[in-house]
């Protein structure tokens, strides 16, 4: 077996300039965060609130925590004092929660909307129409501690290499019109691009991803 440092600098080595590595750390322990800390890697993913937590406290102040799971309204504030970036934002509700822990924490915290483009129905996620409807909304205008950088999907997984090139090419093309057409939006700022992991990063890349969230790749295989 490889080593984790190893890992990562493999998959640095593969990577394209424009394209960001979120190491994704959930279910390990705090001794493998640090070996990849110690190769030079400063982004981590997490799914679990308090795990996150926990894990911020006990790590370097440098490190930036990506919250890549599904967030509940009610745990925001647990992490709205120190979290880079939200990833899987999928509802105007969750969205103004956000913008109040924001402006409880004088910051504002950046966010990635979550597109539905897997055919799966176990997957969250907004669809086109939700997201313009959300987009278009005068209370999407009142958010003043929010910034949508970017959008957010994750593609079926199957072996079926054209399907995700399907999925990841639909989600590249709202990312484009999305940004076409809200230009004068001050709460957007569309330049991320999320997708793509262990199992279908070349393939989002070619795509179009602009940030690839790997885990088991880096830390092995996860228990649970
Ligand atoms: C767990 C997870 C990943 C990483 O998955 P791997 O297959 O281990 O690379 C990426 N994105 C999200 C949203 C995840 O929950």
């Known amino acids: 077996m490889k080593t984790i440092t190893e890992n990562i600098q493999k998959i640095k080595n593969e990577l ?9 750390s959930k279910t390990k ?57 939200i990833h899987g934002v999928d509802s105007f509700k969750l969205l103004q929660e956000i913008d109040k822990q924001g402006k409880r924490n004088n910051r504002i915290i950046s966010c990635l909307l979550q597109i539905f483009i897997a055919e799966e129905d176990t997957k969250f996620g907004l669809n086109q129409e939700e997201l313009n409807q959300m987009l ?35 989600l590249k093309d709202i990312y ?17 691009l999320s997708m793509g992991m262990s199992n279908d990063y070349p393939i989002a890349i070619e795509c179009g991803s602009t940030m690839v969230r790997i885990g088991s790749h880096i830390f092995g295989i996860r228990n649970h």
């Open 16 to 24: 394209p300039k424009h394209v960001t590595l979120v190491a994704v």
């Open 176 to 192: 484009e019109q999305t940004r076409e057409k809200y230009v004068n939006l001050e709460q957007l700022n569309l330049q991320t």
């Open 136 to 170: 278009s909304d005068e209370a999407f205008q009142d958010l003043n501690n929010i910034k949508i950088v970017g959008l957010m999907g994750m593609a079926t997984f199957t072996e079926d290499t054209n399907k995700i090139k399907r999925e990841f090419t639909f």
């Open 29 to 85: 322990p705090i001794e493998n965060i640090i070996e990849a800390y110690e190769s030079g890697q400063r982004i981590f993913g997490e799914n679990k609130v308090q795990e996150m937590v926990e894990k911020q406290e006990a790590l370097p102040k440098d490190i930036q925590w990506h919250m890549i799971g599904h967030l509940q309204r009610n745990k925001v504030k647990y992490i709205a004092s120190f979290v880079d970036l």
